[in-house]
């Protein structure tokens, strides 16, 4: 089941998601045009495993990825790439089994009582608090009533600006002050959303203490609360991941995965960088589904991912969507 159901121009969409592949395509993947401009080669499985590492699909995962492709003994050009696509696009796919109650879903599958529990995570300067707002103007054009809890208590300028988007998108957000107790802050906004009848609860957290041990025993510790108040937990745990620091993405989702039981990804700022193939490294290694990908910078600058079109706009095969 997908987050827009009503009201989404999916070619708008889609059009907005290649624009923001671009950087990616012409840096590293889109070199795989060059690479299939001439006969089949030794050299050029060397240049593809090169391609493909170089925009941080993953050193493993590359090579796992040729030696597949490879195997099949193909000597076209164009049927190589095709098995290529396949590839990356069966990557995506594998990973793409919903672990969370609210996303990827079928279109007929219950949904659990409301309100729905979204915990939110990442470092900061990810994008973390922008992507609250992001979804909190998904769901409010869905017409769903969305409260959001100011969890990062370490930063003043966290809570102002939940605050903000608050205000701008229009849904309310509760908060306490600088240094307050996260949890109590989860605790407080999902009583809230229980007694004013909203349908959505998005948990903003802080994503950095005084150290990595400290932040995630706070993040387990919010967790552990949202499941004494909702025994089911968190519907969807999101984490919000940063296209631009390339592997040390997957460090991160290591860590957050360990601490939070992560259900789904949000990729923010994938426009401003060549290192998309990160998507790749994070389904192979962590079976992690990415869910929406950031595109700009507005409020509804917010898509949901689909991996064959994902690959299609990589790869710059627009036809391959419509196969």
Same mark, same amino acid.
């Given at each position: 089941?997908?987050?827009?159901?009503?009201?989404?121009?999916?070619?708008?969409?889609? !059009?907005?998601?290649?624009? &923001?592949?671009?950087?990616?395509?012409?840096?590293?993947?889109? *070199?795989?045009?060059?690479?299939?401009?001439?006969?089949?080669?030794?050299?050029?499985?060397?240049?593809?495993?090169?391609?493909?590492?170089?925009?941080?699909?993953?050193?493993?995962?590359?090579?796992?990825?040729?030696?597949?492709?490879? !195997?099949?003994?193909? *000597?076209?050009?164009?049927?190589?790439?095709?098995?290529?696509?396949?590839? =990356?696009?069966?990557?995506?796919?594998?990973?793409?089994?919903?672990?969370?109650?609210?996303?990827?879903?079928?279109?007929?599958?219950? =949904?659990?009582?409301?309100?729905?529990?979204?915990?939110?995570?990442?470092?900061?300067?990810?994008?973390?608090?922008?992507?609250?707002?992001? =979804?909190?103007?998904?769901?409010?054009?869905?017409?769903?009533?969305?409260?959001?809890?100011?969890?990062?208590?370490?930063?003043?300028?966290? $809570?102002? @600006?939940?605050?903000?988007?608050?205000?701008?998108?229009?849904?309310?957000?509760?908060? @306490?002050?600088?240094? &307050?107790? %996260?949890?109590?802050?989860?605790?407080?906004?999902?009583?809230?959303?229980?007694?004013?009848?909203?349908?959505?609860? =998005?948990?903003?957290?802080?994503?950095?203490?005084?150290?990595?041990?400290?932040?995630?025993?706070?993040?387990?510790?919010?967790? *552990?609360?949202?499941?004494?108040?909702? %025994?089911?937990?968190?519907? /969807?745990?999101?984490?919000?991941?940063?296209?631009?620091?390339?592997?040390?993405?997957?460090?991160?989702?290591?860590?957050?995965? /360990?601490?939070?039981?992560?259900?789904?990804?949000?990729?923010?700022?994938?426009?401003?960088?060549?290192?998309?193939? $990160?998507?790749?490294?994070?389904?192979?290694? +962590?079976?992690?589904?990415?869910? +929406?990908?950031? $595109?700009?910078?507005?409020?509804?600058?917010?898509?949901?991912?689909?991996?064959?079109?994902?690959?299609?706009?990589?790869?710059?095969?627009?036809?391959?969507?419509?196969?």
């Amino acid at each position: 089941m997908g987050l827009f159901s009503r009201g989404r121009d999916k070619q708008a969409e889609q !059009a907005a998601t290649d624009a &923001a592949l671009e950087k990616t395509r012409r840096s590293f993947l889109g *070199r795989i045009t060059e690479v299939f401009a001439a006969d089949v080669t030794e050299e050029t499985w060397e240049t593809l495993e090169e391609v493909l590492i170089s925009a941080d699909t993953g050193v493993q995962t590359t090579l796992d990825l040729v030696e597949r492709v490879r !195997a099949k003994n193909l *000597r076209k050009a164009d049927d190589v790439r095709a098995a290529i696509a396949s590839e =990356l696009t069966a990557i995506l796919e594998a990973a793409d089994a919903p672990r969370g109650r609210l996303w990827g879903l079928p279109e007929d599958a219950p =949904l659990p009582e409301r309100p729905w529990i979204v915990l939110v995570v990442g470092v900061n300067g990810t994008g973390k608090t922008t992507a609250i707002g992001r =979804l909190a103007h998904a769901y409010i054009q869905e017409g769903y009533q969305v409260m959001a809890a100011a969890g990062d208590t370490f930063r003043a300028a966290a $809570i102002e @600006q939940i605050q903000g988007w608050g205000r701008s998108v229009g849904f309310d957000v509760i908060a @306490q002050g600088q240094g &307050a107790d %996260p949890a109590a802050v989860a605790f407080d906004a999902i009583s809230a959303a229980q007694s004013r009848g909203a349908d959505v609860v =998005l948990i903003d957290t802080a994503g950095r203490l005084q150290n990595k041990q400290n932040l995630m025993a706070e993040l387990s510790k919010v967790r *552990r609360v949202i499941e004494r108040h909702v %025994p089911r937990g968190p519907d /969807e745990v999101l984490l919000v991941l940063d296209a631009t620091t390339g592997q040390n993405g997957l460090s991160q989702a290591r860590a957050f995965a /360990e601490a939070v039981d992560v259900t789904s990804v949000m990729l923010t700022k994938l426009d401003g960088t060549g290192k998309g193939g $990160i998507v790749f490294a994070i389904a192979q290694e +962590f079976g992690l589904p990415v869910r +929406f990908v950031g $595109i700009g910078q507005r409020e509804d600058d917010l898509a949901e991912f689909d991996p064959r079109s994902f690959v299609a706009s990589l790869l710059g095969e627009p036809a391959a969507r419509d196969r």
